[in-house]
């Protein structure tokens, strides 16, 4: 009976992994960051990055998936120092992420963690009305120096395509680690993504 046992529920969990329906694909877009824990002074204003993915999708069925990928993201954010002088900070991070999805047609609504990898530092240029006043570099991330924990929440919608469909990407990301190791500095993202994505089996 055990053995009976053994054999059927070899048979299911075989069958299940067979019934997995995988997708890959890539996915580009344009983001916008802005970020809280600022010294009073500093005002924030929005400035545009870039960033890019391959992911993965693995339909479970008809309502839920698993998608995990692998992003190299620009994170550019704005401060108004005073009157005329603005400061913008440039960081480069690789993002790691599991996204589960509950699928509603051809919409999907996801929300998952998150690492950046930090590879190297901040790097900053002071302007005055356009001209640039002086640029640098912050190589003071936080302790761990490298990886910074965030959260990510978003929507999509998939236009079929042949053995796939482009994807349409609207999602908010937040940075739950401190930025830095003097205040509560923590980033904030929108992201705007389209990628497409061909179906495996």
Not at 68 to 79: A, C, K, N, T, V
Request: aromatic letters at 16%.
């Amino acid at each position: 009976m055990k053995k009976l046992g053994l054999v059927l529920f070899c048979i299911f969990l075989t069958t299940s992994l067979f019934a997995i329906e995988i997708t890959v694909g890539v996915a580009t877009g344009m983001n916008a960051t802005f970020e809280t824990g600022l010294p009073d002074y500093e005002k924030t204003g929005l400035r545009f990055g870039f960033e890019a993915s391959a992911f993965g999708i693995f339909t479970l069925n008809d309502f839920f998936s698993i998608q995990p990928e692998l992003g190299f993201l620009i994170l550019r954010d704005g401060y108004i120092v005073e009157s005329n002088i603005k400061r913008t900070t440039t960081t480069m991070a690789i993002e790691v992420a599991v996204l589960p999805k509950i699928n509603f047609n051809d919409f999907s609504v996801y929300m998952g963690p998150a690492l950046h990898i930090i590879p190297g530092p901040q790097i900053y240029k002071v302007t005055k009305k356009g001209e640039e006043l002086f640029s640098g570099e912050y190589g003071f991330y936080n302790r761990n120096r490298s990886v910074v924990f965030a959260g990510i929440l978003g929507i999509d919608y998939t236009v079929p395509l042949w053995r796939g469909g482009f994807l349409f990407d609207l999602r908010y990301r937040r940075q739950f680690t401190m930025i830095m190791e003097d205040f509560e500095e923590r980033a904030n993202t929108v992201s705007f993504r389209v990628g497409y994505g061909f179906r495996l089996k």
